[in-house]
């Protein structure tokens, strides 16, 4: 069956870097698009970004543009997230999800890591 693992979470200053991987298992990685989502307790899931199956084409929200960079490498079936300039705001568990580019079906998802952006 599917497996995502998420990993690289934790503790970082604001201003800070952090790498989020997610290890995939059960399904042919490469065939997939992917997604990265976080969510707060008592909110919803807030989509975070997304790439293609071939890694050519990424999509950001707004609140990470230019500071979150997602990635894949089908050979080593991972998925990544470098978060650069971490914020605040940025703190949530992170997920990476299995779906098709641009769905909002957040269900096919890992057990996530938590991100904890203070001083």
Excluded at 65 to 76: L, M, Q, V
Excluded at 88 to 113: L, N
Aim: charged content about 20%; hydrophobic content about 30%.
């Amino acid at each position: 069956q599917v497996q995502l693992v998420e990993s690289g979470g934790g503790l970082v200053q604001p201003g800070g870097t952090l790498r989020l991987s997610c290890e995939a298992s059960g399904f042919i990685f490469g065939d997939s698009s992917m997604t990265w989502v976080r969510q707060v307790p008592g909110k919803e899931f807030e989509w975070v970004a997304r790439i293609t199956h071939g890694g050519q084409i990424t999509g950001y929200a707004d609140s990470v543009k230019g500071r979150f960079t997602i990635s894949r490498d089908n050979f080593k079936n991972t998925l990544y997230l470098q978060m650069n300039n971490l914020k605040p705001e940025d703190t949530a568990a992170y997920f990476c999800v299995k779906s098709s580019y641009g769905s909002t079906d957040y269900t096919v998802r890992g057990p996530g890591t938590q991100v904890t952006v203070s001083s």
